[in-house]
Each structure stands twice: as C-alpha cells, then as structure tokens.
C-alpha cells in the first residue's frame, strides 16, 4: 500500500506538470517593447516649464464624383505644458491662428479631446505623471486675427496640461498645380501614359523645404474594380524605385472620387531622410486585361516628418503652425519641443479611361456574403484536465 | 492520502477552468484608454450581442498579450475581432508595422504569423483600429492566418472618430446587413475618415 501510494503521488506529480504545461497556451519567442524611438537625446529637465509641441497635417474629404474640389488639408496642434518644478505653476496659454489660414468657410475648427491624433512622440518621451486636456478657451478676434486662450491653468510639478485643436491649414486650390501636387515643404509631381494593355504612372516625391524629411514615403492606390465593375482583369502592379515596396493585393480603398474601389495598392518603405531638394521616384506599371468600360481615379498617400532639430539647439527650429504663448505672474524658464509629421490622402485630378479592346464583357462579381454561425455552448474544462481528474478519481476509489 | 486527493482533485479542477479553451464567438481588446477606445469596445460588443453572437472582450490591464493570442490562436468559434490600439513601427508612425501593442507587451506580426494552431484567426473578420495596422509585415501575418477580412490604418489615425469608425463599422456590418467594403465606406463617411483605413477581403 505504501509502494501504492509512492507510486500514485509520483504519478500526480507527474500529471501536475503536465497539466501546468498546457496552463501556457500561447507559443512564440518574447519581444520586448520598443515602440518608440528617437535620435535625439532627451536633455535633463528641472526647474523649467517644456511646451512639447507636434502639429500633424491630417486632410479630409467629402466623397464625390469630382472629389479634389472637396479635399481640405487640416493641422491637428497639440502642445504638452510640463512643469518641471518642485512647485504648482499657474499660467494662462495663448495660440495665435494666422489670419491666412483661418479659414472660417470649411470650419474644421475643433478643440479638446477629440482633435488629438494617435501615437504622439510626447508621452513616452517626457512621460508626465498626469495629463489633462483642456477643452474650449476664449476665443479673441482681431480683425483677420483670431487668438485662442486658455487662463490660469495650474499645473502640479511633473504633471502636463494639453492644448489641442484642429484648424483648416489649406484647401485645394492651394494643392493642386497642373502636373504637382503642393504640400507644405513637399512637391509630388505625376506623369500617367497609356501603352496597349499597361497603364504606367510616374511619381516623384521632392523636398521643396530647407529642413530633411523624415521617412517620407509615397503610397499609391490603383483601383481595377469601380463600382462593382471589373474594368481591368487578372491585373499585375510593377513598382521600380529605390523604396521598399511592399504591393497589397485583393485591396479596397478610396479611390480619386472617394469611393472604395478594389485593387492595388502600393505601401512604400524608405528609411533613409530625404535632404532639401533630393527627390524620389516611383515608376508603376499595371499590366491586365481590360474587361469593361470606366475612369479609373487612383489615389495617394504621403508620410513624412520633420524633427531633425526638436529641441531648437539652432535657435531656427522650423515648424509650420505658430506656437503657443505662456503668460505667467513670476518669471519661468522655459524649455521647447516640437516636431511637424504630415499624414495625407489626396485624390488624384489625373485618370485613365479604360475601353476594353475586345467585347467580352463579363457579368460583376459578386460580394462574398458572410457565413453566419450559432453560438455554442461554453467549455470549462479542458480535454487533458478532464481526463487527469477521471485518473486521480479512479486513483482515490482503489486508496479508500 | 485521501485529503490529499481531494485537493488535488480541486486543484484539477480549477487548473481546468483556468485552462478552458475560449469559446466565444467574437472577441475585442482595447489595451490602452484612449480617447474613445473603452467605450466604443463597449459599443461593439453590445453590437455583436444585439446581432445574436456570444463576445468576449478586454480592455486595459485585461488585455494582455496572452489573453488576446489565447484567442487569435485557440478559439475554435471565433469569427469577429475588433483591436482598438496602438501598432509598433520602426519609424514611429510608418512602415514597417511589427506588432500589436497589448497591454503588457508586443505581440509581434513574427508571432502572429506563426500561430499554431491558428483557429481563432482563421475564417474571422478582423478589425485592426490602429495606425498603419494595413502595412506590412503586419498585414500578410495576419492574413496567412485565413482570415475572411482584415481592416487596418493606412494613415495616421485620430483618437475619437476612429474608433468611431469602428464602432459604427460592425454596426452597418451586422445590424444593418451590409457588406464589409459597404459598412466601411458608411463609417467612414459618418466619422470624417476617408482615406484611412484600407479592407482586404478574401473572396475579391
């Protein structure tokens, strides 16, 4: 009996560390964390208040048929107050609109929570104990001026208080110009030629400003499927450029009229900064047999940013949004941050007319209707857990 | 010997729950509070209830990276994901997208890419509401999975609306009967978010 029960607890044991085994379902090498990074050193900071700016060139546009009358570049101006000191710091924050960029008619004009973009640098560069975003100020009108003011916000030492606001930063007469398209320290331009059964579209991405680019990069949409319609069939993209490309297949996406469209699309990669009047380019050929009768408005997408000098070491820092302004009783130190990232989709202006060579036209596609399924009951027990306790079970009846 | 047993035999038991197999039918995480995210979790989940499914979510300390992969990977009647999150890239904010930030760690596209077995993931509708989450090597990771759909950021992502976006997607998807590229381009249009989010269906 003894030997029966030596036997039967090293079996347990056994079966314990089996079942704590399966307790870790998941496979797979652990990463660590490194979302972030930034080549410039964060300096030391005490006794001082730190404005860490970014302003993020966002866009919208209204769907339409002729969609680039309706495409408004628009700059998301988030500015984190940090105080540094031992001690609460009361002060009242002013933001200057210049005059030309307020334009009232498009009203993007929004405060607070609901203008801040995702994935700021900020937080996980200064890390502030607490933050709190300030909503509406008092708005001021000068003339064409307009100045946003936020009075007497106290902030506890290491804690942050957040301006953040959204205003039209350009509509689209400023943007489009022909052949280019103009954003601010950025010019694309595009040429679209036609050849049998190939349509080839060249782009250049050029740096019209005095500062470098940061992994800019051009992604282009071609659609082949428009509104339900396969225009082009079994098409092929061909990307040549120094870029990484990476070609996203079977893709939906808002094309040039702002509609989702099926088809290629275009993701590039290029890590290296793109100096003041460097330029890159994208040759795309897409290959593929024209099956139907339509306009084919592609789209793009640029990425770029600007901190080659956030912390304004040469006194020159560039930014393409004024700052804001700290009004404080007593005298303070104070310590600046600021990067510019533009993230735009901008319908094209250029198409193509796709007639098919031949008559064979074939019947739309349909959309894959999606499965339904009913849902079953719980399991609260594993199989091998299930079977452990039927062994243990027998194991206790034969000790009695 | 026999008190022993018995406790062992709790053990067991509670070993056994612990270790179930997730069963519900849809799931979403939120890992991080930000801007809408809580509440629009909250908003999708009542939407797959009110569609007659059976979901699971979890949002902050609750989602973390073995939760979330526990489903993705062992969830044999999973069939709608919604991620409401941020997406590691190398150059901050573009390409290429290497993982899903949980909320205790990263789970790396290398991860997802290789889940074994893949059940939760496979035939499921997945909606990744975070910036860049339609570049690679993200994208392909979690499409070699089989999935039905897969809907990612193609653009800087604002806070608020985009995860309206996403709240309002699955409701045009599953209450309103509509198709994925139908449902998206209504959210979209509802929320100001053209152009941002990029669908990949596996019938196209």
Request: hydrophobic content about 35%; glycine content about 6%; charged content about 15%.
């Amino acid at each position: 009996m003894k030997n029966l029960k030596t036997n039967s607890i090293s079996f347990l044991i056994v079966f314990i560390s089996v079942c704590l085994v399966s307790i870790a379902p998941v496979h797979g090498a652990v990463f660590s964390t490194s979302s972030y990074s930034h080549e410039n050193i964060t300096p030391v900071l005490k006794n001082t208040i730190l404005i860490a700016e970014r302003d993020v060139l966002s866009f919208d546009v209204k769907p339409n048929i002729n969609s680039t009358g309706n495409l408004s570049l628009i700059v998301h101006h988030e500015a984190w107050i940090i105080n540094y000191y031992p001690e609460p710091k009361t002060l009242t924050v002013m933001s200057s609109v210049p005059a030309s960029e307020n334009h009232a008619i498009k009203n993007h004009t929004a405060f607070g929570n609901r203008t801040l973009m995702q994935q700021s640098t900020i937080p996980n560069l200064f890390h502030p104990k607490k933050t709190q975003v300030l909503e509406k100020p008092r708005i001021i009108e000068k003339g064409n001026d307009t100045q946003y003011i936020w009075n007497d916000i106290t902030i506890d030492p290491n804690d942050a208080a957040i301006i953040a606001y959204s205003n039209d930063y350009m509509d689209s007469s400023g943007i489009y110009d022909g052949d280019r398209i103009n954003l601010p320290g950025v010019s694309i331009s595009r040429e679209f030629n036609e050849f049998n059964s190939s349509f080839v579209m060249d782009y250049s991405l050029r740096n019209t400003g005095s500062a470098p680019l940061n992994v800019a990069n051009l992604n282009v949409f071609f659609p082949e499927k428009v509104s339900g319609v396969q225009l082009i069939d079994s098409a092929e993209m061909v990307v040549n450029s120094p870029c990484g490309i990476d070609i996203a297949e079977k893709t939906s996406y808002n094309d040039g009229t702002g509609h989702y469209s099926t088809g290629h699309l275009l993701l590039s990669n290029c890590p290296d900064n793109l100096k003041s009047g460097e330029q890159q380019n994208y040759s795309i050929t897409i290959s593929g047999q024209k099956q139907n009768s339509g306009t084919i408005f592609p789209s793009v997408i640029t990425y770029y940013r600007v901190d080659d000098d956030p912390y304004n070491a040469t006194g020159s820092m560039k930014s393409i949004w004024p700052g804001v302004e700290l009004v404080t009783e007593n005298q303070v130190n104070i310590s600046q941050y600021y990067y510019f990232e533009a993230s735009v989709a901008i319908p094209e202006t250029k198409f193509f007319i796709v007639t098919p060579d031949g008559n064979d036209t074939k019947n739309d596609n349909p959309i894959p209707r999606t499965a339904t399924q009913s849902a079953s009951l719980p399991v609260i027990m594993t199989g091998e857990a299930l079977l452990f306790c039927m062994i243990l079970g027998t194991i206790y009846k034969k000790t009695r | 010997m026999k008190k022993i047993l018995i406790g062992l035999i709790a053990l067991c038991l509670i070993a056994g729950i612990t270790t179930a197999t997730p069963t519900a039918d849809a799931f979403a995480s939120s890992p991080v509070n930000e801007g809408n995210s809580i509440a629009d979790t909250a908003a999708i989940v009542s939407t797959w209830q009110n569609a007659g499914y059976s979901p699971d979510s979890r949002t902050t300390s609750a989602a973390t990276k073995s939760t979330i992969l526990d489903y993705w990977q062992n969830d044999p009647y999973l069939f709608f994901n919604n991620n409401i999150g941020h997406i590691n890239t190398d150059t901050v904010h573009g390409a290429p997208a290497n993982g899903v930030m949980a909320y205790d760690n990263e789970i790396t596209s290398t991860e997802i890419k290789y889940l074994y077995p893949y059940q939760g993931l496979q035939y499921s509708f997945i909606f990744m509401n975070g910036c860049n989450s339609y570049q690679n090597p993200l994208r392909n990771a979690f499409i070699v999975n089989n999935p039905q759909m897969y809907i990612g950021g193609v653009t800087l992502l604002p806070q608020y609306s985009s995860e309206d976006t996403a709240a309002d997607f699955w409701d045009y998807f599953l209450i309103h009967d509509q198709e994925p590229a139908t449902a998206l381009q209504n959210a979209v249009t509802d929320n100001g978010t053209n152009y941002m989010y990029g669908i990949w269906m596996s019938g196209e």
